[in-house]
């Protein structure tokens, strides 16, 4: 199983990141898994070092920087929509450190 990576210096918002769950759900859980935990055949993003830069993250939904590992592009998405998933990933990636820190 992945580990997820901690990222002290991310303030996430709760608020966007519930935005964000739905975004993920429509677009992202496929292939990431329910709560962002991969089933396998994606990345485990929760696990990401990509996550720690928004540009990064764009540039891979967005820009299509891992089309060439079958991650399919998202251009269509607003800045809104693309932050949202970027807080939920980054929400249940805390969620999981809490977890195995026995802090939830």
């Known amino acids: 199983m992945a580990q997820p990576i901690a ?3 991310f303030e996430g918002i709760d608020e966007i990141a519930e935005q964000g769950a739905t975004e993920y ?3 992202c859980m496929a292939c990431h898994g329910f709560d962002a935990i991969s089933p396998g055949m994606a ?3 929760r696990a990401s070092a990509i996550l720690a830069s928004s540009e990064a993250f ?3 939904v967005r820009g299509g920087s891992r089309q ?3 991650m399919p592009v998202f251009e269509h998405l607003t800045d ?3 932050t949202a998933i ?3 990933v980054r929400h ?3 969620v999981a450190l809490k977890a195995t820190q026995g802090t939830e």
């Open 7 to 9: 990222m002290p210096q």
């Open 25 to 27: 759900g429509a677009r």
């Open 86 to 88: 970027w807080h939920y």
């Open 68 to 70: 060439m590992n079958a």
């Open 58 to 60: 764009a540039g891979v």
């Open 92 to 94: 249940q990636a805390d």
């Open 80 to 82: 809104s929509q693309l």
């Open 43 to 45: 990345a485990d993003l």
